[in-house]
């Protein structure tokens, strides 16, 4: 158990349907990471938070945001969703913004019907 | 952007075999790191390596920055062993590579 937890784990919706992950990052990590990982696109960085503030910014599409809240724990928000954004997608903590090790969660896997 | 290739795609080992995954990036990066994700999905970070040499058990990486290359070797392997190895570089983003799919045989 990496200390890192994702809800939901599964989640079914239709295109045009707006859902929120959600991540809890590990005990004192400041720092919360989001990927996608596809069979299309295999894995891609999507964002990065530090402290409450983004820090690095990948491959998120504009319809998709995140935010992390003051307790630390983080949402990443998918709308008018299309059936190329199932995947799975995986959220992970460090201590830090630099280079230390990241914790990856469980992962939400997301279908698009 | 940046290209990460990966080699070889799949590999097969029997349980004690040694192995060395490659991971070809196309420019220079700031960063450079090694993940694998177990048959259940669960992903690992393995090394932070943007040069040099690391260590971890029979894990060992090593990345020749100026050559644009990072090496993973495995000795020993078991079959815990077995799952996909991405490698990932960071320079204005970060990027994957494909991946190594390694089954380690009993």
């Known amino acids: 158990d990496s200390g890192v937890t994702q809800t939901p784990k599964h989640l079914i919706t239709a295109t045009g349907q707006r859902v929120t992950l959600r991540c809890s990052p590990r005990?004192?990590?400041?720092?919360v990471y989001w990927y996608q990982q596809s069979l299309d696109q295999g894995l891609q960085f999507l964002i990065q938070y530090y402290n409450g503030e983004e820090r690095a910014k990948g491959n998120i599409l504009e319809r998709f945001s995140a935010q992390q809240f003051p307790d630390l724990h983080s949402e990443l928000n998918l709308s008018s969703l299309e059936l190329g954004d199932s995947a799975l997608y995986f959220c992970?903590?460090?201590?830090?913004?630099?280079?230390?090790?990241?914790?990856f969660g469980p992962g939400t896997r997301l279908l698009v019907l | 952007g940046i290209q990460v290739e990966q080699s070889p795609p799949d590999l097969i080992l029997q349980e004690g075999a040694n192995s060395t995954l490659r991971c070809n990036f196309s420019d220079s990066v700031n960063n450079l790191q090694w993940f694998h994700q177990n048959p259940w999905g669960q992903l690992i970070n393995l090394f932070y390596?943007?040069?040099g040499t690391k260590q971890n058990g029979r894990l060992s990486a090593t990345t020749v920055a100026t050559e644009r290359y990072s090496l993973l070797y495995i000795s020993s392997s078991q079959t815990t062993d077995s799952g996909v190895y991405f490698c990932a570089v960071e320079r204005s983003d970060m990027r994957f590579g494909a991946g190594t799919r390694l089954t380690v045989k009993p």
């Open positions: 390596i943007p040069s």
């Open positions: 992970a903590s460090s201590v830090d913004s630099g280079k230390e090790t990241q914790y």
């Open positions: 005990s004192g990590d400041l720092s």
